[in-house]
């Protein structure tokens, strides 16, 4: 791999299309050549600085570092993420074909359908109103409580697909914070308060201590006999969930091959169920399932996350990036680079490869980013003339659902667009300075002005076009950013699929919380540590 990299960096640096404005007029096919479709879903690269030198060799290092056979070994149950000695299936919970799985040669598809019908009895339960709180009324509100990927997936997917949401209202509460708790309930009725307990271990110290206060409040206000009828739990620690104290037909179980930010497709994804019904939770379990058949099967050159995760190889390894920035023209989609922040950084942000040696070169980036239009009236100005270079990956739906706001979208598509277009072209001296002398400015002037609307340009995009954000269009979407994620991480012959990284973090919480409860002293820490517990527990009340 070495080699090809080097070779790439060469290339770059020689005959790569280094500007964009040239390659452009040089070659009107640009777009057509470097944008790959997977039905109404477009992807173009052609703002990037590929050629057909650089996609022959990136294939070639995807061969060289054998994408596609460890692709395969994912889909078909391997322990690919051996420092767990676990297999790693989401693939499996949105196999809409039904083939088995076989995971240690048992297949898991029974399985994983007999959840998804638990799940849909339950969630139709709530939407119709058949499930009650305990007082004989009707749910209306629904919170989820957990953190990371019992979080995030269903928070964000829940925004995103919000023109489908028909369902009780939903909340969401990660943070220990116990703010974020007491705000959701401020406006909460506990008679017609659900409560979903999502955690995959079961141990998470910041979902069972929100778990513990929201199991308070229902017991204050309905009596400890009304917890059974409030609550649910989504988890693999099936005798945890029971320890808790909640009914076993409540309890919605998943396995250890399914990774915490891997894990919408399967119960962790009730709340988006229960929001938006059984039926287009299938379309969006449907969406997923397109992109993993397309990832499988389609040639390099055609598919869509080989393509995405080799550009983000070359710009992290051979360009060397240091960040991408994820922007959608879409209001519902604003926790989505939150959603990718936690796939991207959690899955690739290692330093040590699969044998055990540091990595060469750089494993993830930083993955940051806001919907448009907002991010243009915040950080753009970095990005468009800052000194660091940010990809850019914009996405945006031909249509709304507002079809009295169409003007609304066609503001916004042209915005888009304008970015992406301003980023590649830039603005040189002589145009900024004509356009200032235009405007009836003196040369003088116009020559001190001139350099600070200079804009450098060449700066990469990669933009994602689709008909509409369905259920169907958000699946497919998310699939198309694990992959990639997938094919990165193999690239940088990292693990992607465990996250020892968070550990000693959670290590170091549960040895301070004695001494902040003032249990015991902080002579043991370093004196940084020790002053600022002492600096917080002098003013604490
Ligand atoms: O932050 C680490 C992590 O393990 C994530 O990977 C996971 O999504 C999150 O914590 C929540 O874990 P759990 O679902 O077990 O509560």
């Known amino acids: 791999m070495r080699a090809i990299i080097d070779e790439l960096k ?16 040089a070659d009107p096919q640009r777009f057509r050549r470097y944008s790959v479709s997977l039905d109404d879903l477009l992807m173009d690269f052609s703002k990037t600085a590929v050629n057909d030198r650089v996609i022959t060799l990136l294939e070639t290092l995807a061969e060289e570092a054998g994408v596609a056979q460890k692709r395969d070994a994912m889909f078909s149950g391997e322990a690919i993420n051996f420092t767990e000695g676990r297999a790693v299936l989401h693939t499996a919970l949105r196999n809409r074909s039904n083939q088995p799985v076989l995971v240690d040669g048992k297949d898991v598809m029974p399985d994983v ?9 339950f969630a139709n339960g709530i939407r119709s109103g058949s499930l009650k709180g305990a007082t004989g009324r009707r749910i209306t509100d629904v919170v989820n409580i ?25 909340h969401f509460v990660s943070n220990v914070d116990g703010a974020h708790i007491a705000d959701t309930l401020k406006g909460l009725d506990a008679e017609t308060t659900l409560f979903i307990i999502a955690s995959k271990t079961f141990t998470t110290i910041e979902t069972m201590t929100n778990a513990a206060s929201a199991r308070a409040f229902i017991a204050e206000k309905l009596g400890d006999d009304a917890v059974k009828h409030h609550f649910a739990a989504v988890s693999t620690a099936l005798d945890k969930v029971a320890a808790f ?53 389609a040639p390099v050159r055609e598919n869509l996350p080989m393509l995405l995760g080799l550009i983000g190889f070359y710009h992290r390894n051979v360009l060397g990036y240091p960040s991408r920035a994820i922007l959608p023209y879409d209001q519902r989609l604003a926790r989505f680079p939150a959603y990718l922040q936690q796939l991207d950084m959690e899955s690739n942000g290692k ?29 753009y100005q970095l ?42 072209k830039g603005r040189t001296l002589e145009e900024a300075k004509a356009q200032l002398t235009s405007k009836g400015m003196d040369e003088g002037q116009a020559e001190a002005i001139a350099p600070h ?33 997938f094919v990165e991480g193999v690239l940088f012959r990292i693990n992607s699929f465990d996250q020892w990284g968070v550990e000693l973090g959670k290590e170091l919480a549960t040895g301070l919380l004695p001494i902040v409860e003032g249990k015991e002293t902080a002579d043991d820490h370093d004196s940084s540590t020790a002053g600022l517990v002492a600096r917080l527990l002098k003013t604490r009340s």
Do not use: K
């Open 10 to 25: 060469t290339t770059a640096a020689t005959t790569a299309a280094t500007d964009l404005r040239a390659a452009f007029s």
């Open 113 to 121: 359908n007999g959840v998804l019908a638990a799940m849909a009895g």
């Open 146 to 170: 957990g953190i990371g990927g019992s979080d995030l997936g269903p928070a964000m997917a829940t925004l995103a697909l919000s023109p489908f949401h028909d369902g009780p209202r939903a």
């Open 245 to 297: 104290g909640i009914a076993s037909e409540r309890v919605f179980g998943f396995w250890d091959w399914v990774g915490g930010r891997y894990s919408i497709w399967s119960a962790i994804g009730l709340p988006l169920m229960i929001a938006i019904g059984t039926e287009n939770f299938g379309r969006f379990l449907d969406g997923a399932h397109a992109m993993d058949l397309h990832f499988r099967d």
């Open 351 to 379: 330093g040590v490869t699969v044998d055990g040696t540091p990595v060469e070169g750089d494993s993830g980036p930083v993955v940051w980013g806001e919907p448009g239009t907002n991010g243009q009236h915040a950080f």
């Open 383 to 424: 990005i468009h003339q800052g000194t660091s270079i940010v990809p850019a990956e914009f996405m945006i739906a031909a249509n709304g659902f507002e079809p009295h706001l169409r003007h609304q979208h066609e503001l916004l598509i042209a915005n888009c667009l304008a970015q992406s277009e301003a980023l590649m």
């Open 453 to 485: 609307r200079v804009f450098p340009g060449n700066r990469p995009s990669i933009t994602f076009v689709y008909d509409q954000l369905t259920p169907f269009a958000l699946g497919r979407l998310i699939a198309l950013y694990e992959h990639r994620v």
